[in-house]
């Protein structure tokens, strides 16, 4: 006879226990089932919230920043005007290395007899030397405004607010043609007239159209001047026999209808170097 009594076993249906077990692991696994499957959706939808806050937290910041001060407004923009000297520095860098590639293919030619190609190229020299030297020019206007703003600083520390300037509105309009840094003066007329350094412009397209006529005027004349400075120097450093050989072929013949018919030869049998050359040119150039 036991003196305490015994716990009851419980000797239910193992089935059902077993039933019991797999429903509570299914809805265990059924909430990250349903979160997997919505993953991408929240996902999305966090990160617009974030956006929208952290634009507005942008915006409250632009409202509480402080206005900047002339003199501070103006040293920011000769900052600029430095940054754009040495983007034209390297313009120009890469434009004359690219020149001196063209010289060698010149003299190569020029040693060919091939003197259709090598005045082909010389026009890409007269170009590409233009285009430096109107680097230098738009070098020098930045230089220019940024020296007129130095005068502009000190007189507002005297009156108190900018004053407009005749000299930085020509200059400005001047370098808005240039195509290497028109982008950037447009964002310059806009900010100075804004500040009210300057008056509001139209600009003016007719000097560039007549630059470029001027420029397809003299050309051939300078053509004729490096063909002869580059090709020149080759024939010279040739054997008299080979360089005699070379005139009788590069010699023009009676006919003007054959010569051209001969220089149109010549330059199509190059043509696939001189579009090559040609487009490293106006890469660098644009």
């Known amino acids: 006879m036991w003196l305490f009594p015994q716990p ?10 077993k039933k019991k077990a797999e429903s509570r692991q299914q809805q265990q696994l059924l909430p990250p089932l349903l979160s997997a499957s919505d993953r991408s959706h929240r996902s999305t939808t966090r990160r617009r919230r974030s956006d929208r806050n952290g634009a507005a937290m942008e915006a409250v910041k632009n409202l509480l920043k402080p206005k900047p001060t002339p003199q501070q407004q103006l040293r920011e923009w000769q900052r600029r005007l430095r940054n754009e000297g040495r983007n034209i520095e390297r313009q120009i860098r ?41 680097l230098y020019e738009n070098k020098a206007q930045l230089n220019s405004i940024s020296m ?14 900018l004053s407009k300037s005749t000299e930085v509105m020509k200059l400005v309009n001047s370098l808005m043609k240039a195509p290497e840094i028109a982008v950037t003066m447009q964002e ?7 500040a009210g350094v300057m008056e509001e412009m139209v600009n003016d397209a007719m000097d560039s159209a007549l630059d470029d006529e001027d420029m397809e005027e003299e050309i051939e ?16 450093q040739l054997p008299d026999a080979v360089r005699k050989q070379k005139e009788k072929v590069t010699q023009p013949s009676t006919s003007e209808p054959a010569r051209r018919t001969a220089v149109a030869e010549s330059v199509d049998d190059d043509e696939d170097d001189l579009e090559k050359i040609r487009e490293r040119l106006a890469k660098v150039r644009s």
């Open 221 to 236: 004349e300078e053509v004729d001047k490096v063909l002869s400075a580059i090709a020149g120097e080759t024939a010279s």
């Open 94 to 134: 890469d434009v004359q290395k690219e020149e001196k590639k063209v010289e060698k293919a010149i003299r190569e030619a020029a040693k060919r007899g091939d003197m259709g190609s090598a005045k082909a190229l010389a026009k890409e020299v007269v170009q590409s030397r233009k285009a430096v030297n109107r």
């Open 188 to 194: 310059f007329s806009k900010e100075m007239t804004k």
């Open 148 to 161: 007129h703003l130095g005068e502009i600083v000190a007189t507002t520390r005297t009156v108190g607010h």
């Open 8 to 17: 009851q076993q419980n000797h239910g249906n193992p089935s059902k226990k």
